[in-house]
């Protein structure tokens, strides 16, 4: 288990670019028939990645649920949401089966004890992308497709940010314990998501990044408004947020991004906005 620890607003001023992806950014999310998973000790959320080939994996495929976890089995105290952004594939969770294409979404519960990962065509692999968060009780196992994703559009064409913020695990869609995660979708000549940024000191943040082209890339920023970083981030790579810092982007292209969260609410608009002119 690729684990990283809690970090200071005030020491990552002084990081390298090295140590700031090292910290925050999460790279190779899907392997032919292994399950990834990096363990942030920000709200002890999981980032998973499974791209079944030629075999049914198991969610705990390579883990040590008791070492990592404390646990019999990975969501005896988790919740998990999983998106599809390969090919088309199937998940059984406790023998209820999800036929998953691209961009459909299940949220799984609390208590479920055993959960699968098969591809359709192995030509065609799917790729399950993945976050969990601790959790306190069950709510019902759901599959979410896009036509059942609360839509809110967002920004405009003059100002390159043009964009449908897509809610699939929200309070208006279905009751979890504290996850949301969504997917947002940049119209062709939008390369800006969350400008003007936000923080929320409620909430961390994790984003992954893909449909970024060939040879494209996306500038992700973070940090405190006073004292901005960027990332540099190819296609299907994550970045950790961590509450206290802003999380926004901008591509050499449109692309489209999932984001996850996990902390005290689900208020998706309790955002402290920062202007743009603020940032430093
Ligand atoms: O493009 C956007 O703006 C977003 O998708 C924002 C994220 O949903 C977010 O950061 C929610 O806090
Ligand atoms: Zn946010």
């Known amino acids: 288990m690729d684990t990283r620890y809690s970090v200071n607003p005030r020491d990552i001023k002084r990081y390298t670019t090295e140590e700031l992806r090292n910290e925050f950014l999460i790279q190779d999310i899907f392997k032919a028939d292994e399950v990834t998973a ?4 920000v709200d002890r959320m999981v980032t998973l990645g499974c791209m079944p080939v030629n075999e049914v994996v198991n969610l ?33 969770a406790d023998g209820e089966e999800f036929n998953l294409t691209y961009t459909d979404c299940v949220y799984i519960t609390k208590g479920t004890k055993e959960v699968t990962f098969q591809s359709v065509d192995p030509a ?37 940010n043009d964009r449908v913020i897509n809610q699939f695990i929200h309070p208006d869609v279905l009751e979890t314990c504290q996850l949301s995660m969504g997917l947002t979708q940049l119209k062709p000549g939008s390369v800006w998501n969350s400008m003007p940024p936000h923080t929320h000191e409620r909430r961390m943040e994790i ?3 893909f449909e970024v082209p060939q040879d494209n890339v996306v ?13 540099v981030m190819h296609n299907e790579e994550a970045i950790i947020s961590p509450s206290w810092s802003l999380h926004a982007g901008a591509g050499t ?3 489209t991004f999932i984001w996850a969260m996990g902390g005290e609410n689900q208020a ?8 743009i002119t603020d940032m430093k």
């Open 124 to 160: 065609k692999p799917a790729k399950f992308y993945m976050v969990s968060a601790p959790a306190h009780t069950s709510h019902k196992t759901t599959f979410i497709p896009m036509a059942k994703a609360n839509k809110r559009p967002m920004g405009a064409m003059e100002t390159a």
């Open 207 to 209: 984003y992954f990044y």
């Open 38 to 41: 990096v363990y942030s000790h």
């Open 60 to 92: 705990e495929k390579g883990m040590d649920i008791w070492h990592t976890f404390g646990v019999q089995y990975f969501l005896e105290r988790r919740e998990i949401g999983i998106f599809n952004v390969g090919g088309d594939g199937k998940i059984v």
């Open 253 to 255: 292209s449109n692309y």
């Open 268 to 275: 998706f608009d309790d955002m402290d906005h920062i202007a």
């Open 219 to 231: 500038f992700h920023m973070m940090g405190e408004a006073q004292e901005t970083r960027h990332i």
